[in-house]
């Protein structure tokens, strides 16, 4: 498993040549995969992953007024990935690409798209536009305990083995030991990317690192902040100007079939992916496997 | 019984010891156990259902797939209270498959607590949460191992502890008890203890429980007596003293009373008193030999040992009750001293047991003539006194009378018979005094009194009180004499029968008193006899006649012998050999010119003594003559044995010789066995010129006599000496010539005159007398 941050255009074009194949073989499946016309199509995952699903089945809902989707709260990556092999989901949207045991259990997933992974604080304390890489990994390594306008800096965690904790680390060594460091001194830890949206928005001074998607989701609700000088969007992250960016990958179970091969088809379209764009997620999936 | 007990306290002491050491090594050990088990068990329920409760707030935000919810519930079940406690925390589906987990390494043993996790009433899951007991279980052994040793040492400790102080004071005990049943049973007195058993109407039984040896050896317990009544035992010889030893119980106080064994004919004194606890003990003191001592120091103090007369303090006693009977009755009360004249001879010749058995045959001849109401007693000595009441009509002289009568006579002693006269003075009571010292001390006055007039009886009078008087001053002015150096010698010459010159001359001391003037010997001798004065009077008379004879040696005298008289007293008491030797060394002179004149009587006294004494004396090469030969016992048994140079005879014989032929044959007889023996002999009295030719015609070898000289003052001895010296030979015909008229004229005229009427010609012809001679 290789979750290295892609630098710049041509990297991300590479890519998308072999994504590209990948997503055919999924289509393959999900066309052999066997689906009841009337049984709803159920999606969970990340946090980010639901809030992204959530959009594109809302649009894909107003085309397709039959369809019926089940769409509870984030499980989380693994959450999701485990509950698709039990067949309690349909759909499993992973920020992280399967084990091999998992990939053993009959699952399938491919990268749909990247989201920048970005800073964010309560809309009332910090009053944080931009933030510099020393000043994070200061307040990950407790060396900054209040901001500079009075109130305490509330670091929210993820747990060390969540995506988001791991991408946090590969900032650099520092951030590294900052992890391990704040994890040691009982800081506030949000369970999915979900929750700790949810923290940061009601609690002042907080601050975390989480994918667009979240703050995208809720204009206003949060502080965006520069991350050295560089603006979290889609097309800095494209043309690599923006270096931290946190995948998302879609796994399925069997061959998709009926609504659910119709409804994949939809993400990977032009339209799914104007809506994932709008979503806050550059979408990586090769536009030949439409 | 204390074998019992001290097990019973060995098996107490055990099982607390053990209580106590369980609890030291069990107590902290346990204690730590149970209250970490349940703190940890407290933590793991509150935790689990803290945890519980999250989870059911997963499970019902999510009921449908809450399971798939891993990270959260993981993230749930990491959380720690402290994170280096390490736990297993599972959370179980309904099927019992883990739904998740959060494992640290747990050590057994270990402790797990479950909760149900319900949605709606219906339980959906179970968590569990597993922590390990290691840590726990560690300390615990740590305290128990710590708690062990704690224990054990306790255990020790608490057992051996109290034991050995039981057993040190058991030891004490025991060493108090060995040391006291050492002197229990070493006591001399009787010990006996009994257990006091209360009876009916306050009387209490006394039963012996145990006796010392000394109770079986000196007061007849038996050995079988412990256990049996104090009424029963020793005969019964407590029964009637059972009442006074209990009553020890009612008073608290000590009983001591005196009882006699009837059957041992002992004396003893019981003292009961209380022994502690039910417990009486009397303590018997055989006092037999006390109360003889008491009766024989009784006797001692009222009773003469010898006689077993009454003695001086019981006389007086009785004879103050006898006043006192007087009185009442009218009567008169004669007291009788007695005094036995020629006793003092018999003790000094025959010895002591002789006078003893004197003694008491006397006091048994006494007993048998007095009568019964009398009071006999003997005050020591040949003292003997009797108390008589009679009436006024009779006389004491009578009652004197029959005393002598039975007292004087011939006595049977040592196989020879002697004679005991016996001098009496009578005091009256009311007429001699009215006080028993006063009447005894008149009686002992008439008495000496009655003594110095030969013997008989003599009634007291008040001049006899002066004459004693008398007497004590002339003891005391002779003690003041003799300090002052009153005495001084008169010398006789003793002339050569066959050169008719001086060949020696007789000291006669006198003595030159203040108030009385010259005072012959006989007038103080005798007293300095019975003081004892004469001893260093008589050392005097030794030293002044070697100083004049050095004197005279120095002066170119021509030296004659100097001849003393030594008192019999200060023969036999005094150290003669001693005086006579150091008294020649000092003045340096021949011994052979000092010559000691001794009686008959003294030197009878103790032939071995006299022998012993003699031999000494001649070892000095001093001359020895024997005085008054002739008057004494003439013994020619001593004339053999002693060492004698010279015989005096007494002049008695002298003064009759020429006229009767019997003392013609005694001066001849004794002449003839000098001359036998090889003794030189003197005579004494010589006064008349017949006499003088008589004893020359018997060759006699020395002549002392007024015919010759009579006592001369050293100055006209020192003329004649003079003069005979001038002459080459001695007169032809000396006796018809004598060389008193010379002398007489060289003589000054208070010394001539003197020398008929005073008493000293007498003393001067007497020579024993001067100095102790009798």
Known sequence: MNYRYRKGAQNMHLHRIGAAALFLVLSLFVITTPSHADAPIRVNGTGSGVVLMKALVEAYAKENPQAVFDLQKSLGSSGAIKALGKGALDIAVSARPLTAKESGEGLAGLEYGRTPFVVITNRKYPHLAEIRHELLESIFNGRMAAWPNGPTVRLILRPLDDVDTKLTRAMSPEMDQGVTASHEHYPIVAITDADAFEMVKKTPGAITLIGLVMPLSEPRAVRLAKLDGVEPTLKNLASGKYRYYKEIFIVTKGQPAGALADFLKFIASSKGRAVAARSGVLVTLPAKAK | ?774
């Open chain 2, 1 to 774: 019984m204390i074998d019992d007990e001290r097990r019973t306290i060995r098996r107490n002491t055990t099982l607390v010891a053990i209580l106590v050491a369980s609890i030291v090594a069990l107590g902290p050990a346990a204690t730590h156990f149970v209250m970490s088990y349940s703190h940890i068990r407290g933590m793991l329920e509150a935790e689990a259902e803290i945890n519980a409760r999250l989870v059911r707030g997963l499970v019902l935000a999510n009921p449908g797939l809450w399971q798939f919810e891993e990270v959260r519930l993981k993230e749930l079940l990491q959380k720690r209270p402290r994170q280096k406690t390490h736990e297993i925390r599972r959370l179980y589906d309904l099927k019992k498959k883990v739904v998740a987990e959060s494992a640290d390494p747990v050590l057994p043993p270990t402790i797990s607590y479950s909760c149900d996790i319900q949605d709606g009433g219906r339980t959906v899951a179970t968590i569990e949460i597993v922590r390990s007991l290691a840590p726990t279980a560690t300390t615990t052994a740590l305290l128990l191992t710590l708690g062990l040793v704690v224990g054990i040492f306790s255990f020790f400790k608490l057992r051996m502890a109290p034991l050995r102080t039981i057993e040190a004071v058991q030891r004490v005990l025991r060493e108090s008890e060995e040391k006291y049943r050492s002197v229990y049973e070493s006591l001399k007195e009787g010990l006996a203890l009994y257990r006091v058993i209360p009876g009916e109407e306050g009387e209490v039984e006394l039963i012996l429980t145990d006796i010392n040896p000394v109770c079986e050896t000196v007061f007849g317990f038996g050995s079988r007596d412990p256990g049996r009544s104090i009424d029963e035992i020793c005969d019964g010889i407590f029964a009637p003293y059972h009442g006074k030893i209990a009553s020890v119980l009612r008073n608290n106080k000590d009983v001591s009373f005196e009882m006699q064994h009837p059957g041992r004919d002992r004396f003893f004194t019981v003292t009961v008193f209380r022994a502690g606890g039910d417990r009486l003990a009397t303590l018997l003191e055989d006092v037999t030999a006390e109360k003889r001592s008491a009766e024989q120091l009784e006797r001692l103090a009222y009773y003469d040992s010898l006689t077993g007369l009454l003695n001086r303090r019981m006389l007086l006693d009785r004879l103050e009750q006898t006043i006192g009977v007087a009185q009442r009755e009218q009567v008169n009360v004669a007291v009788l001293f007695i005094d036995l004249d020629g006793f003092k001879v018999i003790n000094d010749t025959l010895g002591h047991e002789a006078g003893d058995q004197i003694l008491i045959e006397v006091s048994e001849r006494l007993q048998r003539s007095v009568r019964k109401r009398d009071t006999l007693a003997r005050l020591g000595g040949d003292e003997f006194v009797v108390v008589s009441t009679y009436d006024k009509e009779q006389n004491a002289g009578y009652i004197a009378k029959n005393l002598l009568k039975c007292i004087s006579g011939v006595y049977g002693v040592r196989g020879r018979e002697v004679y005991l006269g016996a001098s009496i003075g009578i005091s009256v009571f009311p007429d001699d005094g009215d006080s028993s010292e006063v009447l005894l001390k008149n009686a002992d006055i008439a008495m000496y009194s009655a003594k110095n007039h030969g013997g008989d009886f003599c009634f007291y009078r008040a001049e006899l009180n002066q004459r004693l008087h008398q007497r004590m001053q002339l003891d005391f002015d002779l003690r003041r004499a003799l300090e002052k150096d009153e005495f001084f010698f008169e010398y006789q010459p003793i002339i050569d029968a066959r050169t008719g010159r001086i060949s020696a001359v007789e000291a006669l001391i006198r003595w030159n008193s203040p108030e009385k003037g010259r005072v012959m010997p006989d007038v103080f001798i005798g007293l300095a006899e019975e003081t004892g004065l004469i001893l260093p009077l008589g050392e005097w008379v030794v030293r002044k006649a070697c100083a004049k004879l050095r004197e005279w040696q120095e002066a170119g005298l021509p030296l004659v012998r100097m001849c003393i008289n030594i008192s019999g007293r200060q023969f036999m008491q005094g150290d003669i050999y001693n005086v006579v030797s150091s008294a020649l060394k000092e003045n340096g002179i021949d011994p052979r010119y000092l010559e000691l004149e001794l009686t008959e009587t003294c030197l009878i006294q103790n032939v071995e003594e006299t022998t012993k004494k003699l031999g000494m004396l001649k070892e000095l090469n001093v001359s020895i003559s024997v005085d008054d030969f002739g008057t004494g016992y003439s013994s020619l048994q001593y004339l053999k044995n002693f060492p004698i140079d010279r015989l005096k005879i007494d002049r008695g014989f002298i003064k009759n010789a020429p006229h009767f032929a019997n003392h013609r044959a005694i001066v001849d007889a004794i002449i003839g066995i000098a001359k036998a023996m090889d003794l030189k002999v003197i005579a004494e009295g010589v006064e008349t010129v017949e006499q003088a030719e008589f004893l020359k015609a018997r060759n006699c070898d020395g002549l002392q006599g007024y015919y010759f000289y009579r006592p001369l003052a050293e100055e006209p001895l020192v003329v004649v000496l003079c003069s005979q010296g001038d002459e080459e030979a001695p007169p032809s015909h000396f006796l018809a010539t004598r060389v008193l008229g010379p002398i007489e004229n060289t003589l000054p005229a208070p010394f001539s005159a003197t020398r008929s009427a005073d008493p000293a010609d007498k003393q001067a012809s007497d020579p024993p007398s001067v100095v102790g001679g009798e």
